[in-house]
């Protein structure tokens, strides 16, 4: 059951969001996350397991609803005055992001929260990397450089990383992202 849409903005429904993602973050930080269920969820959140139940439908896409929040960025993407050099912050950020245990984990939430189709959280974790990129790509237009689409950019920079975090047991070089910035930007010319 996937997370209901257009529920109205504020009022109950966004303090219980805010209770139960809070409760799951916390719970997060003190057990195994395959220790926790749904009752010490509710229990921490102060509702009742039927309320999560009823708006999650199950822990996994509770889960994964949690793990689409975490990946909003905090802020707007780098702008160090080009291009390349904002491509490469953003991707070597992406990179260590993706690669470290919280967002290892956070990747084998959304990805278990998907929907037979294959849609879902994973949808929505590509529509906010999407939407970073573009801001690189509108300042970088604005300053009148040539740039690729955000499409180009997700397939030679997030698409492999995610590639090889995934189905590879080898760890990343840190250069890697560089790498695939490099490789962007010269087939770009």
Request: hydrophobic share 40%.
């Amino acid at each position: 059951m996937a997370t209901r849409e257009g529920l109205r903005p504020g009022g109950r429904s966004a303090r219980v969001q805010e209770s139960v993602h809070g409760a799951v973050a916390a719970l997060l930080t003190e057990i195994p996350r395959d220790a926790i269920t749904v009752p010490q969820i509710a229990t921490r959140a102060g509702v009742t397991p039927s309320t999560i139940y009823r708006r999650w439908g199950d822990l996994q896409t509770l889960l994964a609803d949690v793990a689409v929040q975490r990946f909003y960025p905090d802020a707007e993407p780098a702008d160090l005055g080009s291009l390349s050099a904002d491509l490469l912050s953003w991707a070597q950020g992406y990179q260590e992001e993706m690669s470290s245990a919280p967002g290892r984990a956070m990747t084998r939430d959304v990805l278990s929260g998907m929907d037979a189709e294959g849609g879902g959280p994973s949808c929505q974790c590509c529509s906010i990397t999407r939407s970073h990129v573009q801001a690189i790509l509108d300042r970088a237009i604005a300053r009148g450089e040539s740039a690729p689409d955000a499409e180009t950019i997700l397939n030679h920079i997030a698409a492999p990383v995610m590639y090889r975090l995934l189905f590879d047991n080898v760890p990343l070089d840190p250069s890697f992202a560089q790498s695939r910035v490099t490789s962007l930007l010269h087939v770009a010319k």
